[in-house]
């Protein structure tokens, strides 16, 4: 089965340091990824979607200068939280998927700690 | 837009015994695929079953198996022989189709299953 790996699966950090999320296809190449946030005990929330070679697409009220994304690779994309603020707090998933395929492939998930 | 309804908080079950979870969405799309997913505590997301809107077979896989009513615009997960691995958050998802790219997954807010021993 496809395989999408996150790193890293936990990361804490300091208010106004920046962060980034990995989130590599291990055997397949990713033409889209899909940025997720997950709050506490509630559902998935898409952030954007990034797709290899082009600007992500950010899901409304999400800011796109705080929360960087590049997808540089068909295997590669990554989450930059930017100058980070206790509020950014929770959990990042990402998934990943090729044309024609309805299965997304999820990663593992980074639970991010600002403090 | 799409939208995914799940009414069921939280729901609990004897081992052994049969449960089902309830989800309903709205969609203006007449090609469209469903899903159901499980969460356990190691959050990791993992797919329990999957249907096309435009197979009317319900999809069974193996303990699990689903009602798709496409009229009624529902979608509910019935687990048979719950097993205590069984315990996780449950999620409906929603993903239009799209034929020559992929589309993202409108989830609905879960509902957290616990199998009794």
């Known amino acids: 089965g496809a395989v999408v790996s996150q790193h890293p699966s936990r990361v804490i950090c300091k208010s106004g340091t920046s962060v980034k999320i990995e989130c590599r296809s291990l055997d397949f190449q990713a033409t889209t990824m899909f940025w997720y946030r997950q709050f506490p005990k509630q559902s998935l929330m898409l952030m954007a979607t990034s797709n290899e070679g082009s600007k992500a697409t950010y899901e409304q009220g999400v800011e796109k200068d705080k929360f960087l994304i590049n997808h540089a690779s068909l295997t590669l994309s990554t989450l930059t939280v930017t100058s980070a603020h206790p509020e950014d707090s929770s959990f990042y998933i990402c998934?990943?998927?090729?044309?024609?395929?309805?299965?997304?492939?999820f990663g593992q998930g980074t639970r991010l700690t600002v403090v | 837009a799409q939208t995914v309804t799940q009414s069921q908080p939280e729901m609990s079950v004897q081992e052994a015994e049969t449960v089902t979870l309830s989800c309903t969405y709205d969609t203006s799309e007449s090609n469209y695929y469903l899903f159901w997913y499980k969460q356990p505590p190691s959050r990791q997301m993992i797919l329990v079953i999957r249907?096309?809107?435009?197979?009317?077979q319900n999809a069974t896989e193996n303990r699990f198996s689903v009602n798709f009513q496409k009229a009624a615009k529902s979608f509910s997960l019935k687990i048979s022989d719950s097993q205590l691995g069984d315990t996780a958050m449950y999620f409906c998802a929603f993903m239009k189709h799209n034929q020559g790219g992929s589309e993202k997954l409108v989830f609905g807010k879960g509902t957290k299953l616990t199998v009794n021993p």
């Open positions: 998934s990943a998927s090729f044309p024609g395929n309805t299965e997304a492939f």
């Open positions: 249907q096309e809107a435009y197979k009317q």
